[in-house]
């Protein structure tokens, strides 16, 4: 499973911007899958990586403190997508942005868990 973010850029504090994640292919060859919970992370310059907002297959949402109420998480099972508008962007919100997918897929009746993460896209939020 590839998951390829787009839609990061430069933006003035104040602004918007919505990421995308889409997932292609399939974990096994011959298998059936499913994509669990997704999720943002960033990881800004000389920080750890973490959680900005994740989201079950079913649709429910969980966000960092730092992000409620300027961020909002959401997804379409059917074309395999997952999408962060983010809103008032702050110049603290500057990281490269990764998704993350929970996949479970099962070939000749075994199941198989698998964790995808994207190649990351930049947000730079100007002041």
């Known amino acids: 499973v590839q998951l390829v973010e787009s839609g990061g850029g430069l933006v003035q504090a104040g602004g918007s911007l919505r990421l995308s994640c889409a997932a292609s292919?399939?974990?096994?060859?011959?298998?059936?899958?499913?994509?669990?919970?997704m999720g943002w992370y960033r990881q800004a310059p000389g920080k750890q990586r973490e959680l900005v907002a994740a989201?079950?297959?079913?649709?429910?949402?969980d966000y960092a403190d730092s992000v409620k109420g300027r961020f909002t998480i959401s997804r379409d099972n059917a074309k395999n997508t997952m999408f962060l508008q983010m809103n008032s962007l702050i110049p603290e919100d500057t990281a490269v942005y990764y998704c993350?997918?929970?996949?479970?897929?099962?070939?000749?009746?075994?199941?198989?868990?698998?964790?995808?993460w994207g190649q990351g896209t930049q947000v730079t939020v100007s002041s």
């Open positions: 993350k997918a929970d996949v479970t897929a099962v070939q000749a009746g075994a199941p198989f868990t698998f964790r995808y």
């Open positions: 989201i079950t297959s079913g649709g429910g949402p």
């Open positions: 292919g399939r974990p096994l060859i011959g298998s059936t899958f499913s994509i669990n919970t």
